[in-house]
C-alpha cells in the first residue's frame, strides 16, 4: 500500500534520525510528534483525524526502520508515544482516543506486513507509558488500550487470546516504565481485554484465561508476585463481566480457583466462586 504524505514525511525524516542512533525510541517519539502536532493544530475533530494519521504514520515509520535496520519494536513503540503527545499538545487524550490510537497501530503493521504479536505487545506498552504526563489513571488507561488492542485484532483477523496475552505484557511493562501501579495495571488490561471481547462477539472466557496467562508469565518475568498478577487479572475480568451480562459472569468465573500455570487464581472480594458460578455482590 501507497504512503500518504504524513506516512512519506515519516518515514524520510526518521532515515536519517534513526540511522546509528542509540534513542530510536526517542527520535521516532519526537519526529512522530511534531509531524503529529503539524497535521492535527486546527482541526475541530481531532480525535477522529487522529485514527487516520496514526496508521498512516506507523507505515512510514515502519518503513524507515527497514531502510536503516532500526528496531521495529522501538520505533512502533516509539510512534504510539509520539501519536499521544502529539495530539495531546494539540486537544484532550481521552481513554477513548488510546484506545482509537491503539487499534489504528495495528492495521498500520498490518498494512506492511508486521509482526501483528510484537505490535500488540510494543503498541500498548507505547501508549501506556506516553500517559506519564495526562490526568489518566493507569487502571484507565490500561483499560482503553487493552480495548483498542482487542478491536484492531478483531478487524486484522488476529487472534484474539495471543492479543490479549501481548496486550497484558505491554501494560505491566509500560506501567514500570513510568512508576505506575503493575497490579492496577494488570486489573485494567484485564477489564479492557474483556470488555473488548464481548463488544466484537468473541469468547470471553478463553479471553480471560489469556489474561491470567500472560499476567502470570509477565510477572515472573519483572519479578511480581505471580499469585497478586493472577489475582487482579481476574478481578478485572470479572469487573469486566458483570458489566457485560450474567452469562459473561458465568463464563469468567470458570477461571477461579483453578490452577493456571502453577498458581491458583483467586479473585479479589466482592468475587468469589459460588453455586451457579455467580459472583458475589459488594
Keep these: 500500500m501507497a504512503l500518504g504524505n504524513l506516512g512519506t514525511k515519516v518515514r524520510d525524516g526518521l532515515v536519517g534520525t534513526v540511522k546509528g542512533a542509540g534513542d530510536v525510541v526517542g527520535g521516532t517519539g519526537s519526529t512522530v510528534k511534531g509531524v503529529v502536532v503539524g497535521a492535527l493544530r486546527g482541526t475541530r475533530e481531532i480525535a477522529k483525524e487522529a485514527t487516520g494519521v496514526t496508521a498512516d504514520v506507523l507505515e512510514g515509520a515502519l518503513e524507515a526502520s527497514l531502510k536503516v535496520g532500526a528496531s521495529a519494536g522501538s520505533v512502533v513503540k516509539g510512534v504510539l508515544i509520539g501519536v499521544i503527545t502529539g495530539i495531546g499538545e494539540v486537544g484532550t487524550v481521552t481513554v477513548g482516543v488510546l484506545s482509537d490510537t491503539v487499534r489504528a497501530a495495528l492495521k498500520g503493521t498490518r498494512d506492511v506486513g508486521g509482526d501483528m504479536g510484537a505490535t500488540v505487545r510494543d503498541a500498548v506498552q507505547g501508549a501506556l507509558a506516553a500517559t506519564s504526563e495526562l490526568s489518566i489513571s493507569v487502571m484507565d488507561a490500561a ?78 518475568s519483572v519479578g ?36 493456571i500455570d502453577g498458581v491458583k487464581v483467586v479473585a479479589r472480594s466482592p468475587f468469589k466462586k459460588e453455586g451457579g458460578g455467580k459472583d458475589a455482590q459488594a
Excluded at 149 to 165: E, F, Q, V, W, Y
Excluded at 229 to 256: F, M
Design 143 to 220: 483499560t482503553g488500550v487493552a480495548v483498542g488492542a482487542i478491536r484492531g485484532a478483531r478487524d486484522i483477523g488476529s487472534d484474539l487470546g495471543s492479543t490479549a496475552k501481548q496486550a497484558m505484557k505491554g501494560t505491566i511493562l509500560g506501567a514500570q516504565e513510568i512508576g505506575g501501579d503493575a497490579l492496577q495495571a494488570i486489573e485494567g488490561t484485564a477489564r479492557g481485554l474483556v470488555k473488548g471481547t464481548a463488544e466484537v462477539g468473541g469468547d470471553v472466557a478463553g479471553v480471560a484465561r489469556s489474561a491470567v496467562e500472560g499476567a502470570i508469565a509477565t510477572a515472573r
Design 224 to 259: 511480581l508476585q505471580t499469585s497478586d498478577a493472577a489475582s487482579a487479572a481476574a478481578t478485572g475480568a470479572l469487573h469486566a463481566a458483570r458489566d457485560v451480562s450474567e452469562s459473561a459472569v458465568t463464563s469468567v468465573s470458570s477461571i477461579l480457583d483453578t490452577t
